[in-house]
Nanobody
Framework: QVQLVESGGGLVQPGGSLRLSCAAS????????MGWYRQAPGKQRELVASLTVIGSANYADSVKGRFTISRDNVKNTVDLQMNSLKLEDTAVYYC???????????WGQGTQVTVSS
């Protein structure tokens, strides 16, 4: 299995920046993919950004140009740099990885990101 520990959530003003980090208990080289999802109140959980071990990134249209997903191969973390934050970015953010021959999903506990003035 894969244990995921998230950090970096909090309160930020519109236009501000925040960096989320997800520490994995397994080497990121062993993961099929990794990414971040979010779920706002009353809305469905959506994919924010994903990254493969070969460096292919995918972003939701709503965050393109503002968010950047990256990995740290030494620390085994998957990070999400969030810039130019908007009110609509407010949500619980979840780290997600796929591992194993069947790409089973593993989830972090979720971290709250609140954008408010």
């Amino acid at each position: 299995q894969v244990q995921l520990v998230e950090s970096g959530g909090g309160l930020v003003q519109p236009g501000g920046s925040l960096r989320l980090s997800c520490a994995a208990s397994r080497s990121i080289f062993s993961l099929n993919s990794m990414g971040w999802y979010r779920q706002a109140p009353g809305k469905q959980r959506e994919l924010v950004a994903s990254l493969t071990v070969i460096g292919s990134a995918n972003y939701a249209d709503s965050v393109k140009g503002r968010f950047t997903i990256s990995r740290d191969n030494v620390k085994n973390t998957v990070d999400l740099q969030m810039n130019s934050l908007k009110l609509e970015d407010t949500a619980v953010y979840y780290c997600n990885v796929k591992w194993g021959s069947r790409s089973r999903d593993y989830w972090g506990q979720g971290t709250q990101v609140t954008v408010s003035s």
